[in-house]
C-alpha cells in the first residue's frame, strides 16, 4: 500500500481527475454565476477579441454590400409594391397609438408589458463549437444588462442573456437544445391566445419546438408565435416565428407546434437587449 | 523573443476560430450543414509533434481552460480533452516514424475523435439532442473536409516554422 503513494505519477493523474469533477460539476450547475476570474478572463478575451473583429466584419461586409448591389432592382420594384400598403398601415398605426394612451390614461395604466428600453449590443465572440450556441456580446453590467433580458434582433427573437461580466455578457440563443432554455410563449389569434413554452429546438429541421400547447386548442399553420411576458422579464410580443407543423405529444394530452424562427441564427451581427420597463419596476421593489 | 512567438501564435488561432464562426458561417445560412474549425487543437498538435511534447501538453491545458471560460463556460470539457489527446498523440508518434502527410492525417483522425468525444459529453450533459447520423453527416464530415483543407495548406509552412525553433532552441 505504501508503495501506493510514492508512485507519483498515478497520484497526479488521479488528483487531475477529481479536479476535473469538481470543475465540471460546479459548472454544470445550471443556476451558477460566473466567478471573478471567469468574468475577467471572459471580458479581457473578448475585448481583445472585439479589436480584431472590426476590420474583419467591414471587410465581409463590403463583399455583402456586393451581393446586395446585385439584387437592389429586383427589390426595388417589390418594394416600391409594398410602399403603398405601408402608408396605409403608418395613418391607421398612429390612430391605434393615440386611441391606445388615451384609453389607458382613461384607465390610469402607466406601464405596459410591451414597453422595453432597448440596448444595441454588437456581437464579438461566438462559439466555435456550435453545442451551446452562446454568443458574447459588447455590453455588460456598466449598460445596465441584467441576466434573462431578452435579446432581439430586427427581424424577431433570438436568444436571451445568461450571464453578465461587466463589460461584457454571454447570449444563450434559443436554437441552444439546452433543456433549462425555456421561454413563455404565445400563438397569435383574434380571440383567445395559446399559451406555450418554446422549449429546445429540432437541429434537423431546424424548427423551435412550442410545447405544452393545450390538446384541445386549434393550432393553425402560419400562425405567429409571440413571446407572452408572463415570466415578468420579458416584454410581451416579440415575434419568435411561425407555426409549421402541429403534432400530439406521446400521450395525447398535449399538443407540440413546430415553429419556424424568424431571426437567422448564423447571421447575428448587431443585437439589440429588450430591458422590460414592468421588470425595471419589479427589481426596483425589490431593493 | 522566441519564448512569446508560442503563445502568440495560439492566441491567433484561438481568435481565428471565432472570427471563422461570425464571418463564414453566416454564408451557411439555410443549410443544417455546420462546420466546426479546429484550427487551436491542429497547432497544438503540431507544438506536441515539432517542438516539444511537454510544453505542448501545457499549453493544451491553459488554452483549454481559455477555450471553456470563453466559448462554451462549462469548465472541463476542452481543459481536459486538449491536453490528454495531446499527450495521446505524443506517445503514439514515438512508437512509429512518420513523414509529414501520416501526421497531418493523423492529426485529422484525432480531430475526428475530440469531435465526437466532446459530442459525447454534449450529448450526456443534455445540451444537444442531435442524433447520431445527423452529427455525422452534418457535422463531422464538413469539419473533417474544412481542417483538412486547413491542413493541406499550413502543415508544411507550420511544421518548418516549429522545426526552425527547435533547432534555435538547442543551439543555445
Known sequence: MPQFFYNKRLMVILATIILFVVLLGYSLNGNRKLSFPEKFVKDTVSLTEKIFNKPAQYIAGLFDNMSDLQNTYKENKQLKAKLDQYVELSVKEKEYEKENKDLRDLLNIKNSMQAYNPIEATVIVRDPDQWQQMVTIDKGDSSG???????????????????????????????ASDRTNRISAKIQQSKDNIYGLIEGYDVESQMLLLKEIPSNAKVAKGQVVVTSGLGGVFPDGLPIGTVTKVERDEYGLTQTAYVKPLADFDDINHVIVAKSTIHDLKSGEGK | MNKYILPLLLSLLFISENMFE???????????????????????????????????????????????????????????????????ISQTMKMLYANLFVRSLLTLIWTAALEYVVYGLNYLFGYTTMNNSFFMIHRLIPTLLLNGVVLLFAAYPLSSFLKGLREKKEEN
Not at chain 2, 445560412?29 to 501545457?58: C, R, W
Request: aromatic letters at 14%; glycine letters at 10%.
Open chain 1, 145 to 175: 444588462i441584467q441576466p434573462d433580458m431578452a435579446v432581439i434582433t430586427s427581424k424577431g427573437l433570438v436568444g436571451k442573456v445568461k450571464h453578465v461580466s461587466k463589460f461584457t455578457s454571454t447570449v444563450q440563443l434559443i436554437s
Open chain 2, 22 to 88: 461570425t464571418i463564414i458561417s453566416p454564408m451557411l445560412y439555410g443549410s443544417q450543414t455546420i462546420i466546426v474549425p479546429h484550427f487551436l487543437f491542429i497547432g497544438l498538435i503540431f507544438i506536441a509533434l515539432y517542438y516539444d511534447a511537454k510544453l505542448g501538453v501545457i499549453y493544451g491545458a491553459i488554452f483549454g481552460l481559455l477555450f471553456d471560460i470563453v466559448n462554451t463556460e462549462i469548465i472541463g470539457i476542452y481543459l481536459g480533452c486538449f491536453p490528454l489527446f495531446i499527450f495521446l
